[in-house]
């Protein structure tokens, strides 16, 4: 209900689209890299590189896995109260425990508490935004300040706003039951 944005992928990659979709990603990692080397401070480099890393590395090995399986949706379930809830299915969602890890590294006022939870097998990490990007983040999640990030072998889920742990687990919910086969 009062979906604001949604979008759902489901794109199978035969070895074309695969090499394509790896290619993408090697043209676009020195730009990343780029960004980091001129506008972070030196202090921040390190993080940010291994970070920018893992993800192209998740990324390039998705395209293995022979389809891109994913979501995001942003709604409102009351005014001012928005929700955002996405989830991908990777090879290796170990990998993101890594990058979350590296948060405050680049973003040190953040607050990070890795396995703050665990639901139906997905580890839950709970990041507190900090000072100098909460402005921008509660424009979106008024009176928000937590993201989440839930992590299991094959998937990466991400959840902030208004009772977003909730909807969060009521998301990983649905994705463990089986579909509903039509005839």
Partial sequence: DNVL???????????VRSRQFKELGQ???????????????KT??????RAVSLFFKMTEEVADLGTIDGFAELFGPAANKHVLICGVRVANGKQADE??????????DWKVKLNSR?????????????????AAFQCVFTNESVLYVGTSQNEVWIAAGNGALDHLKRSIDKARRPSAKTN
């Fill in 27 to 41: 043209s676009l990692r020195p730009t990343f890299e780029n960004e980091i080397e001129t506008r972070s401070p």
């Fill in 44 to 49: 921040e480099r390190d993080a940010w590189t």
């Fill in 99 to 108: 990058i979350v890890k590296l948060v405050p590294g680049f973003r040190t």
């Fill in 5 to 15: 944005a949604a979008a759902n992928m489901s794109v199978v990659l035969d070895d």
């Fill in 118 to 134: 665990e639901h139906a097998g997905v580890a839950i990490h709970e990041m507190t935004i900090g000072k100098q990007d909460l």
